[in-house]
């Protein structure tokens, strides 16, 4: 058996891993990379293998970095299973149609774009030099295809083990990264010989609101576990919030100004607003006026709603005080974009929280581009920017930003909460990895940057001893 690391790896997004054995080929997950103009050409790229040889496909949670790209698998001819579990099954139905839309809208944007390019060319008597002019500037895939692709999913729920093929037993546990986000438990039998694989997916930081802790697994011959935040910690949550209370209280009240929120639509969102009315029943913050400005936001939450059988005991009981609807927070969900651009003309007061949680598209765009020049602003930044993104480029720093092609100075006030973060920090993946009753004989160390990856790799080694490889992407490994 063997596997190739087409993403994810010395890198957090593009999560896509092949494995193959004598008999059988598969796909854990199959996720878009997020970035700059390198990770739009490596979306659109063909598939490393042939999406017909595979005989599943195996998703360990919705977020667009580990199945976005579904929809090209079965564009490109893949007409197996797709295993997830049922709250991700459930998320799939908002997150897919709302990428296919997205890349239909870019691709007009960049017909139109280039229409009137050879047209000004044409006019000046030019001729075309650009190979933009003569590029594929189509969707990744359409609203069809993403359809098509939702008829594939096959949900299970946790905690039950299936064979998706007569030599391969699988099993999804908890993660606690985001609603329905997965480990994977996979049991492959070759020449008679039985192979266990554990896959972390993304792990969530334990005591954490509204999801259960992530699943301690006890085994495993071979263990890939991620690390986005392997080479540091968040902040204490009680530090994390205080912080938060406090960003707001003085922007809102003091500064007199709005506070951005970039947020991811599935999981981030939930996650601010459980804050909000936790922090409002408790008296620390009073008359907010919180608009959540993403149509896929407002279909996740509804999604999360529906599968309150996952949450804590903590967030069934904020859920019956809300339910009563006693002294909440004024809370409105943009629909149209009408709406959203209403958002634009407040000036003090509110808090806007929109996607894309990273700011390289969506409605969060408009709202930093009317808001991030003012000094009486701030932009409160709750999850992990990938490089080359305009939100890691506003982390890092920036003195201006650049967005739809105008340049704007940053002169709101920044603040990351890294408390905030939906990925388990260092030592919480060392206690989670600490569970194995004994050393996998091989750990793969992923879906991190590679100073992180090489950081927890280098932890694993000197206070374990385990047998841990950093893999890059493409390289391909015998597992067997």
């Known amino acids: 058996m063997k596997v190739t690391l087409y993403g994810a790896a010395r890198q957090v997004t593009g999560s896509r891993y092949l494995f193959e054995t004598d008999d059988c080929r598969f796909l854990v997950d199959c996720g878009m990379f997020q ?263 407002t279909e996740a939450t509804r999604v999360t709603m529906k599968h309150m059988e996952v949450f804590d005991q903590e967030s069934q009981e904020l859920n019956a005080w809300r339910a009563a609807g006693k002294g909440l927070p004024r809370l409105k969900f943009t629909a149209s974009l009408e709406d959203s651009m209403e958002l634009n003309h407040i000036t003090s007061g509110a808090i806007i929280i929109s996607a894309s949680g990273m700011c390289n598209a969506g409605r969060i765009k408009h709202h930093l581009r009317h808001n991030i020049s003012r000094p009486e602003c701030s932009i409160m930044i709750t999850g992990y920017q990938a490089q080359g993104t305009l939100g890691r480029r506003i982390v890092d720093g920036a003195e201006t930003v650049k967005i739809f092609g105008k340049e704007y100075d940053v002169l709101a006030s920044v603040h990351t909460l890294g408390g905030f973060s939906a990925h388990a920090g260092q030592s919480c993946l060392m206690e989670w990895t600490g569970a194995f009753k004994q050393a996998p004989k091989k750990t793969l160390v992923v879906h991190g940057e590679e100073s992180a990856a090489m950081a927890f790799a280098d932890c694993l080694r000197k206070d374990r001893g385990w047998d841990v490889e950093v893999p890059a992407a493409g390289q391909t490994i015998t597992l067997t």
């Open 35 to 297: 970035g700059g103009r390198e990770s739009r050409e490596q979306n659109r790229q063909d598939f490393e293998f042939d999406p017909l040889s595979l005989d599943f496909v195996l998703l360990t949670h919705a977020h667009i970095d580990h199945s976005g790209l579904l929809p090209k698998l079965t564009k490109d001819g893949y007409r197996g299973d797709i295993f997830a579990t049922k709250a991700t099954a459930g998320l799939l139905g908002v997150m897919l149609p709302d990428s296919a839309h997205i890349q239909e809208s870019d691709a007009e944007r960049a017909q139109r774009y280039r229409k009137r390019r050879q047209e000004r060319r044409k006019h000046r008597s030019e001729q075309s030099t650009d190979a933009q002019d003569e590029k594929d500037i189509g969707p990744i895939y359409t609203m069809e295809d993403a359809e098509a692709c939702l008829t594939q999913v096959r949900p299970h729920p946790y905690d039950q083990e299936w064979f998706p093929h007569r030599n391969v037993r699988c099993r999804f546990r908890d993660a606690g990264h985001i609603l329905g986000s997965a480990i994977l438990e996979i049991w492959v039998t070759e020449n008679g010989k039985t192979t266990k694989i554990v896959m972390s997916g993304d792990l969530g930081e334990p005591d954490r609101p509204i999801l259960r802790d992530p699943t301690f697994i006890d085994e495993a011959d071979i263990l890939f576990v991620e690390s986005t935040y392997g080479d540091r910690e968040h902040k204490d949550h009680p530090s994390t919030m205080d912080e938060f209370v406090e960003i707001i209280q003085h922007t809102l009240q003091v500064k007199g100004g709005n506070v951005i929120v970039p947020a991811f639509a599935v999981g981030r969102t939930q996650e601010l607003l459980y804050h909000l009315f936790n922090l409002t029943f408790q008296g620390k913050l009073k008359h907010l006026n919180i608009y959540v400005d993403s149509p896929m936001a």
